[in-house]
Structure formats: C-alpha cells, structure tokens
C-alpha cells in the first residue's frame, strides 16, 4: 500500500522557484503547493539577513495554511556594489520591480566596471509549523560573474546576466539538470533534503514501498 502524499507548502507563489523545488522533492513522494494556493499574503520581509526574512516567510505559510512550509530567501551580492542588491535583489528597482529592470538596475550600476564578480546566495528554511522551535537552515552560495549583456530565455531572476564559475554561457541557457547541480538553491535544496532525511521526516518512495507496501 502505497503512503499518501506528503503536503508541503512552498512560502512563494515564484512559478521558476516552484518548479525547481517540486521536480527536488517528487522523487519522496511530497507535493510542494504555492502558498496563494492558499490565499497566503505577502509578509513583510523585515530581517536584515536572508536567515531572518526566511524564517520570517516560513513561519507565516505556516501559521496560516496549518502546514509544513518551506521558505527560500535568496539574492545577488556583487562585490563591486558592496554586496548589494543583496537582500533586496527581488525589489531593486523600486516599486512594480521585474526581474527584467532589475538587472538591467544592475547592468547599468556596473558601466564600466572591470571586477564584475558575484554570487548567488541562497537560505531555505523548513519548519514543521509555525511554533517550530528548531527549524532546519540550509545555505549555499553560486560563484560567479556578471556579464555585459542578457543571454538566455530559461531560469528567472538575474540568471540572464550571471556567468556561473566554470561555464561561458549564462544561468539562463543551462538545462533544469545542469542549474540544479551546480546553483545555489540546488545544492541548498540537496542539504535540506539530506538534513530531512537525516530526521526521519521524508525518505523515498522505494523506501516507503519497503517499508509499508505490500
């Protein structure tokens, strides 16, 4: 007898991020669910450090969907601008901010810089509910640089400018399987799953078939 279906809810209503985590989390049987699904607001992202504002996401879709959640909170930190945008990646040009004029923003603050390094960082944050006094924090980061011009129609946020470190081509031209091995939610993803498994709270389903099936 097959196990039921794990629910998760994914403190995001990004169709790119929503992707990336369900074709993650399929393998253990677990449907991830955008929290508008749910009719989950927007919360006020006030921490000052991607481990807050994560916290802060998760704990919100859990409080009002009585579900596990999931929050990713990730950004772009460009040495040349100090680290920014950083934490405002998703709104840094303004108000009624795209993905397209941010990094075009980006672009044009970096005119005629030559060290044009950067990274993707990423933290997700699992909490069982909204009282989860343990919740588990997982982080990783994408080396890379940011290039001239856009390139690329996959991927979502700044992926048309970033240059991963080891490719000559854009986060936006690689496969769904190239970006989740090397990008900075793919392996925070990978942690996430490692530290779940770690606790008992998922395992795949060739597993749970041996363990429960018949």
Same mark, same amino acid.
């Given at each position: ?31 991830? /669910? ?47 601008l100090q ?20 990094? /075009? ?15 993707f960082q990423?933290? /997700? ?90």
């Amino acid at each position: 007898m097959q196990s039921p279906t794990q629910h998760i809810v994914l403190a995001s209503g990004n169709k790119g991020k929503l992707a990336e985590f369900a074709q993650m989390f399929t393998t253990y049987g677990i449907e991830m /669910l955008p929290q508008n699904q749910f009719n989950v607001p927007d919360v006020a992202e006030t921490g000052t450090t991607f481990v807050e504002n994560a916290i802060i996401k998760a704990r919100h879709a859990a409080e009002i969907t009585g579900k596990p959640a999931i929050a990713d909170d990730s950004g772009i930190e460009v040495d040349a601008l100090q680290g920014q945008p950083g934490i405002y990646s998703a709104r840094y040009s303004g108000a009624g901010a795209t993905e397209t004029s941010n990094y /075009l923003k980006l672009l044009d603050a970096l005119t005629g810089e030559t060290q044009r390094s950067a990274r993707f960082q990423c933290v /997700l944050v699992y909490m069982r509910h909204a009282k989860d006094p343990s919740p588990i924090i997982c982080q990783a980061a994408w080396e890379g640089s940011i290039n001239l011009t856009p390139q690329g129609e996959q991927g979502h946020g700044y992926d048309p400018v970033f240059i991963p470190q080891g490719f000559d081509c854009s986060a936006a031209e690689l496969t769904s399987e190239q970006k989740n091995t090397h990008s900075h939610r793919g392996k925070a993803l990978e942690l996430l799953i490692n530290a779940m498994k770690a606790q008992g709270l998922i395992q795949s389903q060739d597993s749970q078939s041996l363990n429960g099936g018949q």
